[in-house]
């Protein structure tokens, strides 16, 4: 099934969303239902579970409470968040909490920090949230297998002050390969090919769980809006139409507002987050639609439908909406940074000649044949034997990435956020982020301060990538 004729399906859709909507639009926003436990753990049960993205087609899923996306969590800064995952998706599982710069032993990395949770079993998962924003979970065992099935929700961390908008809205953004029944096109999932060019890119695009949902709004409302980028390995380009646009936080740590230009997109990689305050500036009755832009037919992701009556305010806002900082270490280079080079390679016309694998080294062509390794880091497939490097507690890192390969990455860490120092191809940002873009053969500098004890993963986060090698962890003593 092409991309248009999914697409095509699906837009019929919007004559069911549009009664949905006359039934009561929150039918469409995220549930922010908790199914509490009598303990006061959320309980988080990843259990098999039916979705609706096409008219006629059931898509049977996974997802936490049975549900895509699963519940949002919601906590406030300092606060704890306390969830159970029960298993019951007849296989191991566990729960990362993504850019949550929490304990180690919560991280949910399997076999890293935690055994993994086997079927009928459960973990309970508790820890303080020390930032404020948007954070996700998903699972961090057979990641690339369990996330595309539908495992994944947000966590929203809220500040201790309200913040002025008029409504917080969140928008998490997947892409699943489907077959024209509406199944999971499963044959593919895993496949080497994918893992050697850009991942595992789907054929419908939903937000929240719905194709391109009509999300009832106001003329002249100013709202948060907090993206998640929940795909795979899909970048993600947004263009937001009728809206005055402002970035004011990126992967849950706050930005000095960005005001968008009117044709101005904004790039979110695999996993990555950003909150905007939106403007809807239209005309009562009419739509503001958010699209992507990646694909040579943009397409619409979802669509603000503004009420049909009064506008909200004459004049819709044009004050910045500016976040209090979270307490996130600034890395002072000056206080002598342990450096560390990180050379990426592989993938389809890499020219990488080969790596080792579980300390053996193998030719290109066997390393994919045999053990379904494609990329390397520093010369090694997917190595978990072992950190990359040690640091002690509190010294900034230096880290010099390059990378060699003909494909983009989002460069994911652990625990920690990072400022990009310089980087060869794109824009230098004051932005602490926890995900980056990096371009093909892109050379970039990074910084963060190894504040907090454990063993962290640094990997590629589109999914495939780091199931075929593009995967490492360091530890902080
Ligand atoms: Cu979003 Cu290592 O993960
Ligand atoms: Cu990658």
């Given at each position: 099934m092409t991309f248009e004729s999914a697409y095509g399906a699906s837009m019929s859709r919007r004559s069911v969303i549009c009664g949905l909507v006359g039934l009561g639009g929150h039918l469409l926003l995220p549930s922010r239902s908790r199914a509490k436990t009598t303990d006061d753990f959320v309980s988080l049960d990843a259990k098999p579970g039916m979705a609706r993205f096409l008219p006629q087609s059931p898509t049977p899923i996974w997802g936490y409470g049975g549900t895509v996306p699963g519940p949002e969590i919601r906590v406030k800064q300092g606060g704890?968040?306390?969830?159970?995952?029960?298993?019951?998706i007849g296989e191991p599982t566990t729960i990362h909490w993504h850019g949550v710069r929490l304990d180690n032993a919560m991280d949910g990395v399997a076999h890293l920090t935690q055994h993994p949770v086997e079927p009928?079993?459960?973990?309970?998962?508790?820890?303080?949230?020390?930032?404020?924003?948007?954070?996700?979970?998903?699972?961090?065992?057979?990641?690339?297998?369990q996330q595309d099935r539908g495992l994944y929700g947000l966590l929203i961390v809220e500040e201790p002050e309200r913040i002025a908008v008029d409504r917080d809205v969140s928008l998490i953004i997947d892409d699943w390969r489907l077959n024209a029944d509406g199944?999971?096109?499963?044959?593919?999932?895993g496949h080497l090919f994918d893992a050697a060019h850009a991942g595992r890119i789907g054929n419908l695009l939903t937000v929240n769980g719905q194709v391109a949902p009509i999300l009832p709004a106001r003329a002249g409302e100013r709202l948060r809006v907090r993206l998640c980028n929940a795909c795979n390995s899909r970048v993600l380009e947004f263009r937001f139409e009728n809206t005055r646009a402002q970035i004011i936080a990126v992967d849950g740590q706050p930005i000095s507002p960005e005001l968008l230009p009117d044709d101005g997109s904004f790039v979110l990689p695999p996993s990555g987050r950003a909150d905007l305050a939106l403007d809807l500036i239209g005309e009562p009755g009419s739509r503001s639609t958010i699209?992507?832009?990646?694909?040579?037919?943009?397409?619409?992701?979802?669509?603000?439908?503004?009420?049909?009556?009064?506008?909200?305010?004459?004049?819709?806002?044009?004050?910045?909406?500016?976040?209090?900082?979270?307490?996130?270490?600034?890395?002072?280079?000056?206080q002598d940074?342990?450096?560390?080079?990180?050379?990426?390679?592989?993938?389809?016309?890499?020219?990488?000649?080969g790596a080792e694998f579980e300390g053996k080294y193998y030719d290109f062509r066997e390393l994919a044949q045999k053990h379904r390794m494609v990329w390397a880091f520093n010369g090694k497939a997917g190595d978990h034997g072992r950190p990359m490097f040690t640091v002690q507690r509190g010294r900034p890192v230096l880290m010099r990435i390059t990378n060699d390969t003909a494909w983009p990455h989002a460069m994911h860490l652990h625990g920690h956020h990072l400022l990009v120092v310089?980087?060869?191809?794109?824009?230098?940002?004051?932005?602490?982020?926890?995900t980056v873009l990096m371009q093909p053969r892109e050379e970039m500098t990074i910084a963060f301060v190894a504040d907090n004890p454990g063993k962290w993963m640094l990997h590629c986060h589109m999914l495939e990538h780091q199931m075929a090698g593009m995967s490492a962890y360091f530890e902080v003593l």
């Open positions: 704890e968040v306390k969830a159970r995952l029960v298993n019951t009928g079993k459960s973990f309970d998962y508790r820890f303080t949230a020390p930032d404020a924003g948007t954070f996700w979970y998903h699972p961090h065992s057979h990641q690339a297998m199944t999971i096109e499963t044959q593919s999932l699209r992507e832009m990646t694909p040579r037919q943009p397409i619409a992701l979802a669509h603000f439908g503004l009420a049909d009556t009064e506008r909200m305010r004459d004049k819709p806002l044009d004050s910045p909406v500016t976040l209090p900082r979270n307490p996130v270490p600034v890395p002072d280079l000056s940074p342990l450096v560390f080079t990180l050379l990426m390679e592989g993938g389809a016309m890499g020219g990488m000649s310089s980087r060869t191809r794109g824009i230098v940002k004051p932005w602490f982020q926890d």
